[in-house]
């Protein structure tokens, strides 16, 4: 059973709109949250985190959201460039130990000129 | 800063031969990891060692084995290796303490025939 999906394998956006990406989680237990970026060739990057006492965490164009009643969190960039596009992985964790993470299978977001 | 480097980039195997995928980290970070992304897939934890001395399995441990050289130094051995460990090998790295986000290597593709 999956614990962390990302439903949308893939989003396609153009230059200055928003993207928007989601995940959802099974675990109770999870209680903090990362999305990580991911160029080919080249290892993932962290983006933007949130811990299960906030709702919204916002860093620049990147803001994530976090609905704890639907184990739901949504990435939003504002507003999209070509080089955003890459493929965004969410994770999940126990704030104790955000490294042992439970990844989604990833979204691959083009942003067109 | 180099970050997180892993050697080989990539390798071919033939089915029962052994190899060891070798990284290291010139962050003093305490804790290290080895993930593994198959294709279309998220990434899995393998192993992982949360400070020098110690090392714990993740999801998928199996067929693998790790040792922890030294704080920078986090090696994965495939003793007998099987086409089912066809895959993208990462290894990461993250500071102790809460929240701490993992920092990774551009991978190892290892393609076992």
């Known amino acids: 059973d999956q614990q962390v999906k990302q439903n949308s394998p893939s989003l396609s956006v153009q230059e200055g709109r928003i993207s928007i990406l989601n995940c959802d989680y099974t675990?109770?237990?999870?209680?903090?949250f990362l999305w990580y970026k991911k160029y080919p060739a080249e290892g993932p990057t962290f983006l933007i985190s949130i811990s299960s006492i906030k709702d919204k965490n916002e860093d620049g164009r990147f803001t994530v959201f976090l609905n704890k009643s639907a184990k739901h969190l949504s990435l939003h960039i504002v507003p999209s460039q070509p080089g955003d596009s890459a493929v965004y992985f969410c994770a999940a964790s126990a704030r104790t130990n955000a490294g042992k993470s439970t990844f989604g299978d990833g979204t691959t977001l083009t942003v067109k000129p | 800063n180099a970050g997180v480097t892993q050697t080989p980039k990539f390798q071919v195997l033939k089915t029962g031969q052994s190899m060891t995928l070798q990284c290291a980290q010139d962050?003093?970070?305490?804790?290290m990891y080895w993930y593994r992304q198959d294709p279309g897939m998220g990434l899995r934890l393998i192993y992982y060692?949360?400070?020098?001395?110690?090392?714990d399995k993740g999801e998928v441990p199996n067929g693998y084995n790790v040792s922890r050289l030294n704080k920078r130094e986090f090696s994965l051995r495939l003793e007998s290796a099987a086409p089912s460990q066809t895959s993208v090998y990462f290894c990461?790295?993250?500071?102790?303490?809460?929240?701490?986000?993992?920092?990774f290597g551009n991978g190892t593709r290892l393609t076992v025939t």
């Open positions: 962050m003093n970070h305490n804790s």
């Open positions: 675990n109770s237990m999870f209680d903090y």
């Open positions: 060692s949360a400070s020098e001395g110690t090392t």
């Open positions: 990461a790295s993250s500071a102790q303490g809460l929240s701490s986000p993992l920092h």
